[in-house]
């Protein structure tokens, strides 16, 4: 039985009394979820120290890292940074880093690997464009980014990874990919981690949907068989709305 993950990506947003007058707001409403639902929080790096107090039993990721450990890497963040902070959960190969920063999924798993070293959780942002939608090539895209980003990950470690389906094409967009289509595509995930890994691991794993989750369509698209959780952007701003796709999941 895997145990659906709610996540809130607030990309670019909130300072820092943004963020607990946020945790103020939220915890009252989610509090009898927490054995039913994985929560977490991804502020912006300067509100995490901030909101590990403040965020009571919910988890606290970061939205990016770099695979080194120090160094050179002017305006970058390592593993242990964030461990130090009270960071749970990181966020790798979402679709703006990839777009804006020029991130290729080698990059990737190289941050992953270093992730999962490090006992920080990843949650792995995998998509397609609508292009690529267009053209009938989401296995494909799909497949690469998968075996890319996943690359000499051992079996035993897999099912700490989380995976987010987000189509580009949804993401920030008010579009939602339908009920059916992210059933479809999460099942051609999992189906790709058997054939990489093993099925039982592939079994364990969370896929999480992510591209315009809303309060009014979390319910239905958490209940699909191979949809896990969500990974929520503009919805998760708001706590009223984050705890309703919460509570969805509950
Ligand atoms: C995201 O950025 O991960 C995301 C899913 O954004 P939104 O919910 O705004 O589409």
């Not at 409403?29 to 995490?48: L, M």
């Not at 390592?78 to 290729?104: I, K, N, P, Q, T």
């Amino acid at each position: 039985m895997r145990k659906p993950i709610i996540a809130a990506n607030w990309k670019m947003n909130k300072t820092t009394c943004e963020a607990v007058a946020f945790f103020e707001a939220l915890l009252p409403k989610i509090s009898g979820t927490c054995e039913q639902v994985e929560v977490v929080v991804i502020p912006p790096f300067t509100a995490i120290a901030a909101c590990r107090p403040a965020a009571g039993g919910v988890g606290i990721g970061a939205q990016n890292m770099h695979p080194e450990p120090s160094g050179a890497f002017t305006g970058e963040i390592s593993a242990s940074m964030l461990l130090d902070l009270g960071v749970s959960y990181v966020v790798l190969g979402h679709s703006e880093r990839r777009a804006f920063f020029g991130e290729s999924d080698h990059f990737i798993n190289q941050k992953l690997k270093r992730a999962l070293a490090s006992g920080l959780t990843p949650i792995l942002c995998v998509g397609e464009t609508l292009e690529q939608r267009d053209a009938g090539e989401v296995a494909a895209v799909l497949d690469r980014q998968i075996s890319g980003c996943l690359a000499d990950v051992e079996p035993s470690a897999l099912p700490k990874v989380v995976i987010a389906y987000e189509p580009v094409w949804a993401i920030g967009t008010g579009r939602t990919a339908s009920p059916a289509q992210a059933q479809e595509a999460h099942s051609l995930i999992r189906t790709k981690l058997s054939m990489l890994f093993t099925k039982e691991a592939a079994e364990q794993v969370r896929i999480q949907y992510g591209g315009s989750v809303k309060p009014g369509n979390a319910r239905e698209l958490l209940a699909c068989p191979d949809i896990d959780g969500a990974l929520v952007g503009g919805a998760s701003l708001a706590a009223d709305d984050f705890a309703a796709i919460v509570l969805a999941a509950g």
